[in-house]
Every structure is written in C-alpha cells, then in structure tokens.
T-cell receptor
Framework: DVKVTQSSRYLVKRTGEKVFLECVQDMDHENMFWYRQDPGLGLRLIYFSYDVKMKEKGDIPEGYSVSREKKERFSLILESASTNQTSMYLCASRLAGAGEQFFGPGTRLTVL | QKEVEQNSGPLSVPEGAIASLNCTYSDRVSQSFFWYRQYSGKSPELIMS????GDKEDGRFTAQLNKASQYVSLLIRDSQPSDSATYLCAGLTGGGNKLTFGTGTQLKVEL
C-alpha cells in the first residue's frame, strides 16, 4: 500500500512565524503535491514537484515555498504565516506518468 | 467555465437506493478521471479511475465517462449510511501533469 505521511495532524502558529509542513512517501513516487482545502473552495494546488530538486508553482503559490531535497520528502514552507493561511493542508504523491494520486492524512493549521 | 464542475449538493438518497453523482469538465481537461471519497475531517481516498469512454465497474461502484458530452458520473448501488461523504471528481490538466478537482458533492444516505 502507498503510504503518505505528514508531520503533524494539528498545528497552531502565530502570525509572522515561519512554518514547516513535512510530507514523506514510501513508494518511490516521482511526483509530489501540496494542496490546501477550504470550505466552498475545494482543493487548490499550491506547489508540485516532478522529481528531486524540481518544483513548479500551482494555482495559489503566493506566501508559500517548497523544498524537495530527497525523493521521498516534500516540504511546504510558510515564510511568514498569516491568518488567511489557516486551512487544511494536504500532501499527495503519484508515480510519474500514472494518474492515481494518493493523499496523506492532512495537517490542520491554525494561524492566530 | 471551471475545468471540473460538480453540484455541491447535498444529495440525499435512502438506504439501498442508487446514488448518482455527476461531474462535467472543460476542453482543458484530458480524458483521465478519478473519483475520490472524503469523510468529514479526513483526507481524500481514491475509489475509482476511468480512462476510456463507457462504464467501469468495481463492486458497488460504477464510473461512467461520456467524452462527447464531457461528463463523468459515479453510481453507487445499494447505498449504505457509510457511503455518506463528499465525493470529489478530478481530471488531469496541465498536459497531464496535475489533477484538477471539482469542489465535491456531499452525499447523505438516510436510514
């Protein structure tokens, strides 16, 4: 079974803090993705990565950055957290060329 | 037009009935589609994929793809209360590099 794990299920941070969200997959998938999910807005793609050290902006990259130093790990960074970044953050991975994408359990981030 | 569109619902069906969930897509979406189920507070779980025109069955689930009309549907037979969830439709976009999701349809199966 594909397993995608995320470092925290729940996280509370203060405005202006730097926040790191970690995602690890154990199936040697090339492609990894970060989404945020908000009521009424659905899943929105923040950043994705085709392979190690590669990254592409998604639909809403502003205020975020990413890092992919190892194939199994994809990190999302909020340089200076703001209250409008309070959301559910979901990581996903998939094999290159395949369609099926698998999600981690999510991190519910609250920025106060 | 949004790339992938779904009716948000809620769609209510009685236990044992067939639930029909629909999704339409634009020309920007390639012909590979996926249905995910998401329980409240949980992450999406892949339940079906469909790549070619027609029907694909897996247990109580049937996915249907109609390329001419640009819609995808998911039928759930013998609906159970445990099927109550939000169902997300997704299609490949960006030259097949990423999935674009609809906003989801909430299904309620009532006793």
């Amino acid at each position: 079974d594909v397993k995608v794990t995320q470092s925290s299920r729940y996280l509370v941070k203060r405005t202006g803090e730097k926040v790191f969200l970690e995602c690890v997959q154990d199936m040697d998938h090339e492609n990894m993705f970060w989404y945020r999910q908000d009521p009424g807005l659905g899943l929105r793609l923040i950043y994705f990565s085709y392979d190690v050290k590669m990254k592409e902006k998604g639909d809403i990259p502003e205020g975020y950055s990413v890092s992919r130093e190892k194939k199994e790990r994809f990190s999302l960074i909020l340089e200076s957290a703001s209250t409008n970044q309070t959301s559910m953050y979901l990581c996903a991975s998939r094999l290159a060329g395949a369609g099926e994408q698998f999600f981690g359990p999510g991190t519910r981030l609250t920025v106060l | 037009q949004k790339e992938v569109e779904q009716n948000s619902g809620p769609l209510s069906v009685p236990e044992g009935a067939i639930a029909s969930l629909n999704c339409t897509y634009s020309d920007r979406v390639s012909q590979s589609f996926f249905w995910y189920r998401q329980y409240s507070g949980k992450s999406p779980e892949l339940i079906m994929s469909i790549y070619s025109n027609g029907d694909k069955e897996d247990g109580r689930f049937t996915a249907q793809l109609n390329k001419a009309s640009q819609y995808v549907s998911l039928l759930i037979r013998d609906s159970q209360p445990s099927d109550s969830a939000t169902y997300l439709c997704a299609g490949l976009t960006g030259g097949g590099n990423k999935l674009t999701f609809g906003t989801g349809t909430q299904l309620k199966v009532e006793l």
